[in-house]
C-alpha cells in the first residue's frame, strides 16, 4: 500500500480530486486530498492574511498530524509552489514528487516572477477593481480547457483566493534538493502557461512527461493520471 498526498490548485479544493482519489482507493492505497486554507469547503477562512506559508504549513501539519511517512506526494498548478515548499520541510517523510502541470519556484522566487507579465498586471487591476484588494477571482474553466462536460461545474466550485498567495516568495534550502524522485508533468491542451516550469524540471534532471487534455488533468484524463500516480508504488 502506497500513501499519496494530492493537493488542488488555485480556486480549487479537495473537491476536484475525487475521480483519482476513489480510484487509487480502490486499488487498495491511502489518499489524502487536503482543501487548502480559504478555498473550497474552506472558503469562509479566506483573509488578505493567506499566503503560500499558510498553504505550505496545510500539507506539512496533515503529514505530520496523520503520522504519514514515505509519502508520494502531488501538486497541481499553484501548489507546486506549496509541495516545494512542504518537502524542503519534511524531506524525509517524501518517497516522491509530482508536479502536474505546475509551477517550480527556485528559493525566493514567487509564482508572479514565472507567470505571464499580461497576466500580473490583469490579476493585480482585477483585485484592486473589485476583489477589495486581496481577493483574486477564478480564472474562467474554458480558458484552461477544461472538458466542455465539467466546466460549468468547474467555475461553480472554484472560489476566490488571496493575492499573497502568488506574491510570497518561498524559502527553499538544500533539504529540497535531496529529494531524487521527481517528476514534472506538462499539460498540452491549452495555452502554454506552464512550459519555463518543465523546461526547468528538464535543466535539473528531473522526469518529465506530456499529457494530451487541458489543465484540469484529474478531470480532463483521471484514468490516465491514476496510471501514472501508480507507477510510483
Same mark, same amino acid.
Given at each position: 500500500?502506497?500513501?499519496?498526498?494530492?493537493?488542488?490548485?488555485?480556486?480549487?479544493?479537495?473537491?476536484?480530486?475525487?475521480?483519482?482519489?476513489?480510484?487509487?482507493?480502490?486499488?487498495?492505497?491511502?489518499?489524502?486530498?487536503?482543501?487548502?486554507?480559504?478555498?473550497?469547503?474552506?472558503?469562509?477562512?479566506?483573509?488578505?492574511?493567506?499566503?503560500?506559508?499558510?498553504?505550505?504549513?496545510?500539507?506539512?501539519?496533515?503529514?505530520?498530524?496523520?503520522?504519514?511517512?514515505?509519502?508520494?506526494?502531488?501538486?497541481?498548478?499553484?501548489?507546486?509552489?506549496?509541495?516545494?515548499?512542504?518537502?524542503?520541510?519534511?524531506?524525509?517523510?517524501?518517497?516522491?514528487?509530482?508536479?502536474?502541470?505546475?509551477?517550480?519556484?527556485?528559493?525566493?522566487?514567487?509564482?508572479?516572477?514565472?507567470?505571464?507579465?499580461?497576466?500580473?498586471?490583469?490579476?493585480?487591476?482585477? $483585485? *484592486?477593481?473589485?476583489? %477589495?484588494?486581496?481577493? /483574486?477571482?477564478?480564472?474562467? =474553466?474554458?480558458?484552461?480547457?477544461?472538458?466542455? !462536460?465539467?466546466?460549468?461545474?468547474?467555475?461553480?466550485?472554484?472560489?476566490?483566493?488571496?493575492?499573497?498567495?502568488?506574491?510570497?516568495?518561498?524559502?527553499? $534550502? *538544500?533539504?529540497?534538493? %535531496?529529494?531524487?524522485? /521527481?517528476?514534472?508533468?506538462? =499539460?498540452?491542451?491549452?495555452?502554454?502557461?506552464? !512550459?519555463?516550469?518543465?523546461?526547468?524540471?528538464?535543466?535539473?534532471?528531473?522526469?518529465?512527461?506530456?499529457?494530451?487534455?487541458?489543465?484540469?488533468?484529474?478531470?480532463?484524463?483521471?484514468?490516465?493520471?491514476?496510471?501514472?500516480?501508480?507507477?510510483?508504488?
Amino acid at each position: 500500500m502506497a500513501t499519496y498526498v494530492l493537493v488542488h490548485g488555485a480556486w480549487y479544493g479537495s473537491w476536484c480530486w475525487k475521480r483519482v482519489r476513489t480510484a487509487l482507493q480502490a486499488a487498495g492505497h491511502e489518499v489524502f486530498t487536503p482543501t487548502l486554507t480559504g478555498v473550497g469547503e474552506r472558503s469562509h477562512l479566506n483573509s488578505r492574511d493567506v499566503n503560500l506559508s499558510t498553504h505550505i504549513n496545510d500539507v506539512v501539519n496533515l503529514i505530520k498530524w496523520e503520522g504519514l511517512s514515505d509519502v508520494i506526494l502531488c501538486g497541481h498548478s499553484y501548489s507546486g509552489c506549496v509541495i516545494s515548499g512542504a518537502a524542503d520541510q519534511i524531506s524525509d517523510k517524501i518517497r516522491a514528487l509530482i508536479y502536474l502541470d505546475a509551477f517550480v519556484l527556485e528559493d525566493g522566487e514567487c509564482l508572479f516572477d514565472l507567470a505571464r507579465e499580461d497576466w500580473v498586471q490583469f490579476v493585480r487591476q482585477q $483585485t *484592486q477593481e473589485s476583489g %477589495d484588494g486581496w481577493k /483574486v477571482a477564478p480564472t474562467p =474553466a474554458e480558458f484552461f480547457n477544461v472538458n466542455q !462536460q465539467d466546466s460549468a461545474w468547474v467555475d461553480a466550485q472554484c472560489t476566490s483566493q488571496s493575492l499573497a498567495c502568488w506574491e510570497e516568495p518561498i524559502k527553499l $534550502t *538544500q533539504r529540497f534538493a %535531496d529529494i531524487k524522485n /521527481v517528476t514534472h508533468i506538462l =499539460a498540452t491542451g491549452y495555452p502554454p502557461i506552464l !512550459q519555463p516550469s518543465h523546461d526547468r524540471a528538464k535543466a535539473k534532471g528531473w522526469k518529465t512527461s506530456t499529457v494530451d487534455c487541458g489543465h484540469a488533468v484529474m478531470l480532463d484524463r483521471p484514468g490516465e493520471l491514476t496510471e501514472l500516480l501508480l507507477e510510483y508504488v
